[in-house]
């Protein structure tokens, strides 16, 4: 774990704290990586409910209540995918704001319009999603790691 994820896993978590919000993570390319971030830090319990990740398009459907119809018409990694985790994760859970991520971390897996490093995210809270779709540089490691620190920037922006 870098330091800049520690650094930024707590800022959010005292963000959370402040405002008295509660956070769940709905990842695919990240395998994991956002709530491992946010759980390194101590009393995380406090303001962390639950991660999930949804690494097939079946997961997405059964445990985010993605339609498998948004799925096929923009694909798993898209806005608005990340948008429908972010709201699966609102609605399956307790917490009280959620971040989502799907993309293509590589080698391979690139389509016409997709090319390796595209992540899309999502965040949620109420009625508000808010959706960003990014290109990243590098190895598979170095796209996971931008999109974990990106993901977590940008929940540093939504809950502000």
Known sequence: M?????????KVGMALQAK??????AESCTGGGVSQAVTEIA??????ECGFVTYSNSSKAEMLDVSPA???????????????MAEG???????????????????T???????VGTVCFGWARGDTTHTERLVF??????????SVA??????LRFIE
């Not at 870098?2 to 707590?10: F, Q, R, V």
């Not at 009393?43 to 962390?48: L, V």
């Not at 994760?89 to 080698?107: E, F, K, M, Q, R």
């Open 2 to 10: 870098t330091n800049e994820l520690i650094d930024l896993a707590t």
């Open 20 to 25: 008295r919000l509660v956070l769940a993570t």
């Open 43 to 48: 009393g995380s319990t406090g303001w962390f």
């Open 70 to 84: 948004l799925m096929a018409q923009f694909g798993s990694v898209s806005e608005e995918v990340a948008g429908a």
């Open 89 to 107: 994760a609102l609605a399956n859970s307790n917490a009280d704001v959620t971040v989502s991520t799907t993309g293509i971390a590589g080698p």
């Open 109 to 115: 897996g690139a389509v016409p319009g997709k090319p």
């Open 137 to 146: 540089q590098g190895d598979r490691q170095a796209v996971r790691e931008q």
């Open 150 to 155: 990106h993901a977590l920037r940008g929940l």
